[in-house]
C-alpha cells in the first residue's frame, strides 16, 4: 500500500520561506519521479514541480527561481524549498507518485502566506 504523508507547512509572511518534506512508502522510492501538487481554494490541483530519481527537476512558470525541488532516496522523502513566498502560493500542498494514476493523495500540508 502506497502512503505518502507531507509536512512542514504553516503560516508565513509574504517574502518568507518554507521547507516541505514528503515521506513516502510502499514504493520503490528511488526509481519513482515525484513531485509536488497544489490547490488552493476553489481552483483546481496543479503540479508545481517534478523530480527524476536521479534529480533532473521541472517548475510550473509560476514558482520558476523561487522553488526548489530535492529528493533524498535513502530517506524516501521528497522536499519542497519555497523562497519569496506570495499569497498568491496560498493553497494546501501535496507530493505525488507521477507515475501512478489515480495518485495516492495524502492528507496535503496547508501553506498561508500572509500579505
Known amino acids: 500500500q502506497v502512503q505518502l504523508v507531507e509536512s512542514g507547512g504553516g503560516l508565513v509572511q509574504a517574502g518568507g520561506s518554507l521547507r516541505l518534506s514528503c515521506v513516502a512508502s510502499?514504493?520503490?522510492?528511488?526509481?519513482?519521479?515525484m513531485g509536488w501538487y497544489r490547490q488552493a481554494p476553489g481552483n483546481q490541483r496543479e503540479l508545481v514541480a517534478d523530480?527524476?530519481?536521479?534529480?533532473?527537476?521541472n517548475y510550473a512558470d509560476s514558482v520558476k527561481g523561487r522553488f526548489t525541488i530535492s529528493r533524498d532516496n535513502a530517506k524516501n522523502t521528497v522536499y519542497l524549498q519555497m523562497n519569496s513566498l506570495k499569497p498568491e502560493d496560498t493553497a494546501v500542498y501535496y507530493c505525488?507518485?507521477?507515475?501512478?494514476?489515480?495518485?495516492?493523495w495524502g492528507q496535503g500540508t496547508l501553506v498561508t502566506v500572509s500579505s
Open positions: 510502499g514504493i520503490i522510492f528511488s526509481i519513482n519521479v
Open positions: 505525488a507518485v507521477m507515475a501512478l494514476r489515480p495518485n495516492p
Open positions: 523530480i527524476t530519481g536521479r534529480g533532473a527537476t
